[in-house]
């Protein structure tokens, strides 16, 4: 028997393959929904980014650093995070070079609100920038059109097809400067104005989709090859176990602890507002 629908929800989230694999069990129905309908909204993080801004979906793929901009309307769930336990982000140039070359160079960015830019700025200090979509980074720096790419999603593994270097792996950087805590990268968050009883059970629904998947990966994993952006299998695979593991379960008191310090240590240096409200919902 079903349970009838008393509510539908709209749930915002990129079309990578790591979020379809996340969210595969709420897509085909495999997870009770408890009532809820939800209708999945696929934009790129950009777009979610900014959609926070004005509150318009009620949960939400976001990245970290956006957090800050948006935290008078929505809490961070404690489930659904990508991490990078010590991997994540990197700069890539056409030859090898040291980081001091980077200092005076134009660095082509994914966006001004992702993480992984806040992470270059705590790394590196201002510096020029060009922002370009993150899937065109990669042939920018190949072709000489910029001198220096920061990399996320599958090109922090397939660079080095174009033949590409990597200059500093911020994940890894992140991991040695915080004794071994991950770079918070993406959060879900859920709307307050919810309530505490919705976003709790919300909370709930979705951490039931990412266990379903990681419980059947071969089904998730078959799912999210749809979104997987010509990415052979096994190089899909590995992506999809760097940020759907079990810091996505539950994040943890240290994945807390990272997501406060990330966020405190960008508004020390005036990088984003201070006093930013860090709440999550279990």
Same mark, same amino acid.
């Given at each position: 028997?079903?349970?009838?629908?008393?509510?539908?929800?709209?749930?915002?989230?990129?079309?990578?393959?790591?979020?379809?694999?996340?969210?595969?069990?709420?897509?085909?129905?495999?997870?009770?929904?408890?009532?809820?309908?939800?209708?999945?909204?696929?934009?790129?993080?950009?777009?979610?980014?900014?959609?926070?801004?004005?509150?318009?979906?009620?949960?939400?793929?976001?990245?970290?650093?956006?957090?800050?901009?948006?935290?008078?309307?929505?809490?961070?769930?404690?489930?659904?995070?990508?991490?990078?336990?010590?991997?994540?982000?990197?700069?890539?140039?056409?030859?090898?070079?040291?980081?001091?070359?980077?200092?005076?160079?134009?660095?082509?960015?994914?966006?001004?609100?992702?993480?992984?830019?806040?992470?270059? *700025? %705590? &790394? #590196? !200090?201002?510096? @020029?920038?060009?922002?370009?979509?993150?899937?065109?980074?990669?042939?920018?720096?190949?072709?000489?059109?910029?001198?220096?790419?920061?990399?996320?999603?599958?090109?922090?593994?397939?660079?080095?097809?174009?033949?590409?270097?990597?200059?500093?792996?911020?994940?890894?950087?992140?991991?040695?400067?915080?004794?071994?805590?991950?770079?918070?990268?993406?959060?879900?968050?859920?709307?307050?104005?919810?309530?505490?009883?919705?976003?709790?059970?919300?909370?709930?629904?979705?951490?039931?989709?990412?266990?379903?998947?990681?419980?059947?990966?071969?089904?998730?994993?078959?799912?999210?090859?749809?979104?997987?952006?010509?990415?052979?299998?096994?190089?899909?695979?590995?992506?999809?176990?760097?940020?759907?593991?079990?810091?996505?379960?539950?994040?943890?008191?240290?994945?807390?602890?990272?997501? *406060? %310090? &990330? #966020? !405190?240590?960008? @508004?020390?240096?005036?990088?984003?507002?201070?006093?930013?409200?860090?709440?999550?919902?279990?």
């Amino acid at each position: 028997m079903t349970t009838p629908i008393t509510r539908r929800i709209q749930l915002g989230h990129s079309p990578d393959s790591d979020d379809a694999f996340m969210f595969y069990g709420l897509a085909e129905h495999k997870v009770v929904s408890e009532g809820f309908a939800f209708e999945h909204v696929l934009r790129d993080i950009q777009t979610l980014n900014e959609w926070a801004r004005e509150g318009r979906i009620e949960i939400t793929a976001i990245s970290v650093h956006a957090y800050a901009y948006v935290a008078d309307k929505y809490a961070i769930l404690s489930h659904g995070a990508s991490m990078g336990d010590n991997y994540g982000p990197m700069v890539v140039t056409r030859e090898p070079v040291g980081v001091e070359w980077l200092r005076d160079k134009r660095i082509a960015i994914p966006g001004e609100m992702t993480s992984a830019f806040l992470a270059l *700025r %705590l &790394f #590196l !200090g201002n510096f @020029a920038y060009d922002v370009l979509p993150f899937d065109e980074i990669m042939e920018a720096v190949a072709s000489g059109r910029a001198e220096a790419g920061l990399l996320i999603h599958e090109g922090q593994l397939t660079h080095g097809e174009l033949g590409l270097h990597s200059v500093v792996d911020l994940g890894k950087w992140w991991h040695q400067e915080t004794q071994g805590l991950p770079l918070p990268l993406g959060v879900n968050a859920v709307r307050r104005d919810l309530g505490p009883q919705t976003m709790a059970q919300l909370s709930r629904i979705l951490k039931a989709s990412i266990v379903y998947g990681l419980e059947h990966r071969q089904e998730a994993l078959q799912h999210a090859m749809q979104y997987a952006r010509g990415l052979e299998t096994a190089t899909a695979d590995t992506f999809v176990g760097m940020y759907v593991n079990d810091w996505t379960v539950d994040m943890g008191e240290r994945g807390k602890e990272s997501i *406060r %310090l &990330f #966020l !405190g240590r960008a @508004a020390e240096r005036g990088y984003i507002p201070p006093g930013v409200p860090i709440d999550f919902v279990e």
